[in-house]
C-alpha cells in the first residue's frame, strides 16, 4: 500500500465513522475509530478481511518479484522471466536489475537505500537472487527458505525511551516471555510503546530494570527490540525472573539446555487452557468432529469444560448447550455422539492429545508401543524423577531419549497434572495399545521421508511406515534403508546418495503400501 494511499485510507475511515455517529445521533468518539499504524499492517489487514468486497475497496497495489507454478517457463534466468512478465502488463518493480560483480550489487543497494525515504511506498531492504534458473534448481530449499536468495536489510531506525516497567505474558505452550512497557515513542513513523524482552537470558545480557533508559529498534521495520541499555551502571535493584506462573503459580522452569522458561501447569494454567483443548480434540489427537475453536471458546466462557475429562462430561450440559444460540438438538447430538464414540479412542491419541513437552505423535506412538497401557505409562512417569533405572528403560526405547524421559518426570511430578490425568482415565477406555504390521517390502527396514509429500502428511506416513513393520527415522544415516523424497528434497537427498541408499518417489511408495494390502 502507497504512503500517499494509507494516509487516506486511515482518514476514509475516520470519515465514515463520524457519518455513522452523525447518523445515529450519538457522540464522536475518534479514539475508537479504527486507524491503522503503518502502511503494512493496512495492508495486511486489507488482505486477511473475509469480506472480499471490503478488500476490493481498499488501495492495494503489489510487484510481482517471482512465480509460482508455470507450464511454461519464458526464458533461461529469473531476470528473463520478469522481463517476460513486465512486457505482459505484469507491474515489475523499475528497480529489478542484474549485475555480474558483487560491487554492482552493494552499488544498487545503497542507491535504493538513498532514495528509500522518497519512494512513495515503505521498503526494509532488497533481496539478491541467483539468476540462473538452473543453478536455483540445483541449489534447492532449507527448509521453507530458497538457498539461491538472500535478503539484505537496511540499517534500522533507532530512539531512545525509558523502560517503565516489565511483564510476563504466558504463552499457549506455557513459555513465560517478559515484555518491556515503555515511555511511549515514534520510531519509523510508527508509535511504540511495548517490546519483547524474549526471555530470562536476554533481559539479564542487556542488564535492563525498570526505570532504565533504553535504544530501541524496529527489527527489520517491523518488530520492537531493545539494543541497549544506557542505565546499566545506575544504581538500581535488578529484575528478578519469576520462578511461578503469574496466571495460575504453578513452577516455571527452563529445561537443561534451553533459554525459555516455562510453566508446567498445563491444563490448569488459564493461558495455556484455550489451545490446550483445541490440540486436545484436533484432527492429529483426539479427532472430535463437530468440537472446533468456536465450540471449545463458548464451552470454556459457559463454564462447561476445564479440562480433557469435562468434555467427555458435555452429556450433562445438554440443555444448557441447546438453550444458547445457534445450537439446535441435531447438532447437540451429533457432537455429543462423536464425544462418545472417542471414549475407547487409541491411547496414543490420548496421549499425543494431552500436549505433554516433546511428546509428539510419533514418540506417543513409540512410548505406548513398549508400555502398552497408559496406566503403565503413569506408573513410569511418577517413577522416572527417583529411578535411574526407569530413566534407563525409557531413554532405551528406540527414538527416545532423555529429553522425553524428563518431559515424563516433570508431568507427574505436578500434583494438579496428575489429577488431570486420573480424571481423564476415569471417563475414558482406550484399549491396549498393540501395533499390528503387515507382510511387506520394507518389513525390519529403516525409512526417512524427506522434501514435501503432496498427497499425504509426514506423521500419515510416518504410521504407513510403521503400519507396514518398518521403523520411520527423522534423518539419514548409515542405518538408513529406504528415502522416500518428494519435491524440494535437499541435504538428506544428497547424503543418501553418498551413502548408496535407495531413493524412491512418493509415487513409489504408495506402491509399496498397496502391495501390502
Not at 44 to 64: E, I, M
Not at 138 to 154: Q, T
Not at 156 to 179: C, F, H, M, N, W
Request: aromatic fraction near 6%; charge should be negative; proline fraction near 5%.
Amino acid at each position: 500500500m502507497a504512503k500517499a494511499d494509507f494516509i487516506g485510507l486511515n482518514q476514509r475511515l475516520m470519515d465514515e465513522g463520524k457519518a455513522d455517529a452523525e447518523a445515529r445521533n450519538i457522540p464522536f468518539d475518534p479514539n475508537k475509530i479504527r486507524q491503522f499504524a503503518n502502511p503494512r499492517n493496512a495492508a495486511a489487514g486489507s488482505l486477511r478481511q473475509k469480506d472480499a468486497q471490503v478488500t476490493a475497496r481498499r488501495p492495494l497495489k503489489f510487484w510481482a518479484h517471482g512465480w509460482g507454478v508455470s507450464s511454461d517457463i519464458p526464458g533461461a534466468t529469473a531476470y528473463d522471466v520478469m522481463e517476460a512478465m513486465k512486457s505482459w502488463g505484469v507491474p515489475v518493480s523499475p528497480m529489478v536489475k542484474r549485475f555480474e560483480t558483487l560491487d554492482e550489487i552493494l552499488a544498487h543497494y545503497r542507491l535504493i537505500e538513498a532514495e528509500r525515504a522518497d519512494l512513495p511506498y515503505d521498503i526494509d531492504g532488497v533481496v539478491y537472487k541467483v539468476d540462473r534458473l538452473d543453478y536455483q534448481q540445483r541449489l534447492g530449499f532449507v527448509a521453507k527458505a530458497p538457498r539461491w536468495a538472500l535478503a539484505h536489510k537496511f540499517p534500522a531506525e533507532q530512539a531512545q525511551t525509558t523502560l517503565e516497567s516489565i511483564d510476563i505474558q504466558v504463552g499457549r505452550t506455557g513459555k513465560l516471555t517478559p515484555v518491556g512497557r515503555l515511555k511511549p515513542v515514534t520510531v519509523g513513523g510508527v508509535v511504540v510503546s511495548n517490546v519483547t524482552l524474549h526471555n530470562r537470558d536476554e533481559i539479564e545480557r542487556l542488564g535492563v530494570r525498570p526505570g532504565d533508559r533504553v535504544v530501541i529498534q524496529r527489527a527489520g521495520d517491523v518488530i520492537p527490540q531493545v539494543v541497549k541499555n544506557l542505565t546499566r551502571d545506575e544504581n538500581r535493584a535488578p529484575y528478578h525472573f519469576p520462578d511461578h506462573c503469574p496466571e495460575c503459580h504453578s513452577e516455571a522452569v527452563a529445561e537443561e539446555g534451553e533459554v525459555d522458561v516455562r510453566c508446567t501447569g498445563g491444563l490448569i494454567c488459564p493461558a495455556q487452557r484455550f489451545q490446550r483443548l483445541v490440540h486436545f480434540v484436533s484432527r492429529a489427537a483426539l479427532d472430535i468432529a463437530g468440537l472446533g475453536e468456536k465450540s471449545i471458546a463458548e464451552f470454556i466462557e459457559a463454564g462447561f469444560i476445564e479440562s480433557p475429562a469435562d468434555i467427555f462430561r458435555l452429556h450433562q450440559h445438554r440443555d444448557e448447550i441447546l438453550a444458547r444460540g445457534g445450537w439446535q438438538e441435531k447438532s447437540v447430538d451429533n457432537l455429543l455422539a462423536a464425544v462418545e464414540n472417542k471414549r475407547s479412542a487409541d491411547a496414543a491419541r490420548f496421549l499425543f492429545g494431552l500436549g505433554i513437552r516433546h511428546i509428539g505423535a510419533v514418540t506417543a506412538r513409540d512410548l505406548l508401543k513398549n508400555f502398552t497401557t497408559l496406566q503403565k505409562l503413569a506408573e513410569v512417569g511418577k517413577a522416572v524423577r527417583e529411578s535411574e533405572a526407569v530413566r534407563e528403560e525409557i531413554t532405551a526405547i528406540d527414538g527416545v531419549g532423555p529429553t522425553v524421559a524428563q518431559a515424563l518426570a516433570d508431568f507427574f511430578h505436578e500434583p494438579h497434572n496428575v489429577k488431570v490425568w486420573d480424571d481423564l482415565l476415569n471417563e475414558v477406555s482406550p484399549p491396549d495399545y498393540i501395533v499390528e504390521t503387515k507382510d511387506s517390502a520394507v518389513a525390519g527396514k529403516t525409512v526417512v521421508f524427506t522434501g514435501k509429500l503432496e498427497t499425504m502428511s509426514r506423521d500419515e506416513a510416518k504410521a504407513q511406515a510403521e503400519a507396514l513393520g518398518a521403523k520411520a527415522s527423522g534423518s539419514v544415516s548409515s542405518k538408513t534403508d529406504l528415502l522416500v523424497a518428494g519435491p524440494g528434497a535437499g541435504s538428506k537427498m544428497k547424503k543418501a546418495a553418498e551413502l548408496g541408499i535407495e531413493v524412491i518417489d512418493e509415487a513409489a511408495w504408495a506402491e509399496i503400501v498397496k502391495a501390502a494390502g
